[in-house]
């Protein structure tokens, strides 16, 4: 694999508001500022499934590694969501539905694990339920995973990566504003003073993030 590697985004385009444009709307816009004006992706596209989802990353550009995938969505602890579907520690199993879209794109990644898979969604990487799976994912594809701890939006707080055989660094209770690692409730609101906070056109971790 010698070509340029791929840098990816998939959005969740089922989420329309009903007299107005909904987050989609935002997001999709936020994906054509992050290829053509900011030149961070090479390609992005709305799915309305998790199959859908990882078929379309597989299937791109087939000659060329994936450097980076990034998912904006809604998210929970422990998963992300497009529309009603929630994709978390379960659709790693090895007998899940998923398995073969997900061995297809990890065949796709950088050795070494050099590539990365960013969920910028809501508290998905926070609590306990949070931190497993993000280990979980990293091992399954032998890459670097990233997530939040907080609710985010224009501002995204709590970011955090994890590789593969690391164990996560942040508390798992930050970001909740109510509950308890084991049984979060409600998640904290992001701001530009707490820990680890990016904005939505910051389009790179930080190093130590």
């Known amino acids: 694999m010698s070509a340029h590697p791929l840098r990816l985004m998939v959005f969740d385009r ?11 709307t935002a997001w999709r816009t936020g994906g054509w500022i992050y290829e053509h004006v900011l030149r961070r992706f090479d390609a992005y596209h709305g799915v309305s499934s998790w199959p859908e989802a990882f078929t379309w990353i597989a299937a791109q550009d ?5 450097a980076e995938i990034q998912y904006w969505g809604h998210g929970n602890w422990g998963g992300a969501r497009v529309g009603g579907e929630i994709f978390d520690i ?26 990365l898979f960013w969920f910028r969604t809501c508290e998905t990487f926070g609590a306990d339920v949070g931190q497993q799976f993000a280990r979980a994912l990293a091992d399954r594809l032998a890459a670097r995973t990233a997530g939040h701890t907080f609710e985010i939006g224009t501002w995204q707080s709590g970011l955090h ?7 996560p660094s942040w508390p798992a209770d930050e970001g909740l504003h109510a509950g308890s690692p084991s049984a979060p409730l409600v998640a904290r609101p ?20």
């Open 161 to 167: 990566s994890l590789g593969p055989g690391e164990t």
């Open 190 to 209: 992001s701001r530009p003073w707490l820990v680890h906070t990016i904005s939505c056109l910051h389009g790179r971790i930080p190093p130590g993030y």
């Open 14 to 24: 089922t989420a329309r508001g009903p007299f107005w444009p909904g987050l989609s």
């Open 90 to 115: 379960r659709g790693l199993s090895s007998v899940h539905p998923y398995r073969p879209l997900i061995d297809a794109i990890r065949a796709r990644l950088l050795p070494g694990a050099a590539s």
């Open 62 to 66: 087939p000659a060329r590694p994936i």
